[in-house]
């Protein structure tokens, strides 16, 4: 009887590892937007309009004016001049062996050479072990992550 039950359940397991398998990459397929550049939308909207009789060319007018909207909203818009990137994003890449990591804002979970870097710069006077961190050793590496990320040197 154990037997029967424990080949039931091992079943029973595996059906339920097989459906949410199944889900995750049903909505993964779902959730990825087809997206088209700006040329591909016009040339697919101007053979739509030029068909469109005299009397439909508002509507197909506000037709084409959707998805070029729809595109403008969806894509960033760039700023005139990057801000300065802070601790904790962006990348930093080791110009020795071309490693590239992200900058950390938790100086606990940045790699050893970062923390040598930022004492070969001579943004930090040392490397800090864990129970040297305070509120203001953290402050102080924060701004010298943000100084080092912003370095032509390290930029990724």
Same mark, same amino acid.
């Given at each position: 009887? @154990?037997?029967?039950l ?29 997206? %088209?550049?700006? %040329?591909?939308e016009? +040339?697919?909207?101007?053979?739509? @309009?030029?068909?469109?009789?005299? %009397?439909?060319?508002? *509507?197909?007018r /506000?037709?084409?004016? /959707?998805?070029?909207a *729809?595109?403008r909203? +969806? @894509? ?6 990057a801000?300065?990137?802070?601790? &904790?994003?962006g990348?930093?890449?080791?110009? *020795?062996? &071309? ?11 940045t ?5 040598e870097?930022?004492?070969a710069e &001579? ?5 800090y ?5 305070? *509120? ?5 590496? %924060? &701004? ?7 370095m ?5």
């Amino acid at each position: 009887m @154990a037997e029967v039950l424990f080949i039931l359940t091992t079943i029973f397991v595996a059906y339920v590892v097989y459906a949410v398998v199944n889900d995750q990459r049903a909505t993964a397929k779902s959730t990825v937007p087809q997206v %088209k550049s700006e %040329k591909q939308e016009v +040339a697919a909207v101007q053979p739509q @309009a030029a068909a469109a009789p005299q %009397k439909e060319a508002p *509507a197909a007018r /506000r037709a084409a004016a /959707r998805p070029a909207a *729809a595109a403008r909203r +969806a @894509a960033p818009a760039k700023p005139a001049a990057a801000p300065a990137p802070e601790a &904790g994003k962006g990348e930093v890449r080791n110009p *020795a062996t &071309g490693e590239v990591v992200s900058a950390h804002s938790n100086y606990r979970f940045t790699k050893r050479w970062v923390k040598e870097a930022l004492v070969a710069e &001579g943004l930090l006077d040392k490397i800090y072990k864990n129970n040297e961190l305070d *509120a203001a050793a953290e402050a102080k590496i %924060k &701004g010298a992550m943000a100084k080092l990320a912003s370095m032509d040197k390290y930029q990724a």
